[in-house]
């Protein structure tokens, strides 16, 4: 059974920092495809980021592109989200999701594990 946990959410100004991290255990082989989610206060929850484990290779929504990077650790079976430039508009929970499906996707029936999520809060 994956388990994922989240680390890394807090309060920020706007314009500042965070980076989100998301430990993986509980596998013998490592989930094809991870992500990063958000859902904001009264919102449905949209994809942010994922990355295909294999190859690295990713894909990050419009809405945080060249702001927001997905990166992995493989040696320590974790995920991360780098996020710079903070807007009060990503205050958000953030939830890590993975999936034994290949494609980088973000359908959310597709992810079979998620994590409790991080809260990340910026304020103008």
């Known amino acids: 059974q994956v388990q994922l946990v989240e680390s890394g959410g807090g309060s920020v100004l706007a314009g500042g920092s965070l980076r989100l991290s998301c430990a993986a255990s509980?596998?013998?082989?490592?989930?094809?495809?991870m992500g990063w989610f958000r859902q904001a206060p009264g919102k449905e929850r949209e994809g942010v980021a994922t990355?295909?484990?294999?190859?690295?290779?990713?894909y990050t929504a419009a809405s945080v592109r060249g702001r927001f990077t997905i990166s992995q650790d493989n040696a320590e079976n974790t995920l991360y989200l780098q996020m710079n430039s903070l807007e009060p508009e990503d205050t958000a929970m953030y939830f890590c999701?993975?999936?034994?499906?290949?494609?980088?996707?973000?359908?959310?029936?597709?992810?079979?594990?998620w994590g409790q999520g991080t809260q990340v809060t910026v304020s103008s």
């Open positions: 509980g596998y013998t082989y490592r989930p094809t495809t």
């Open positions: 999701a993975a999936t034994y499906s290949s494609g980088l996707s973000f359908v959310e029936r597709n992810y079979n594990y």
């Open positions: 990355i295909n484990t294999p190859s690295g290779r990713s």
